[in-house]
């Protein structure tokens, strides 16, 4: 579980749940409304909008091995994780125009066997 409080008034501003309930490593905020977390397990990044505590905005797998994600920085066109045995980067900063689309979206289908 994420909290953020205000020092001034030592108030609650903020509360947010990773999606699979696990253990948060690491936090880092854009200082606006963008705020991304270093998961425990599958070496998973989630980016949460401080405007909206209900839901994450996205999930970042930056390896196929589960690792904790120990340590994290992002801007709008990079995210770095270092994980227990390898540094990601995602590269956001992508021209659509000369790079092919990929569609993922088969990889989440439920197969019946």
């Known amino acids: 579980m994420l909290?953020?409080?205000d020092t001034r008034t030592g108030?609650?501003?903020y509360e947010a749940i990773d999606p699979f309930q696990s253990t948060l490593y690491c936090v880092?905020?854009?200082?606006v409304n963008s705020i991304l977390v270093?998961?425990?397990e599958y070496s998973r990044c989630v980016l949460f909008d401080a405007r909206?505590?209900?839901h994450h905005v996205q999930m970042y797998f930056t390896q196929k091995k589960s690792s904790p994600i120990y340590s994290l920085d992002f801007d709008s066109t990079?995210?770095?994780a270092a994980a227990d045995r390898s540094i990601a980067?995602?590269?956001f900063n992508i021209n659509p125009y000369?790079?092919?689309?990929?569609d993922y979206s088969h990889a989440f289908e439920f197969v019946n066997r």
Request: net charge positive; no cysteine; charged share 20%.
């Open 3 to 5: 909290q953020m409080l």
């Open 11 to 13: 108030n609650l501003v």
């Open 28 to 31: 880092k905020s854009d200082g």
């Open 38 to 40: 270093g998961s425990s």
């Open 52 to 54: 909206n505590p209900a």
């Open 78 to 80: 990079k995210l770095i």
């Open 89 to 91: 980067v995602l590269n």
């Open 98 to 102: 000369t790079v092919e689309t990929r």
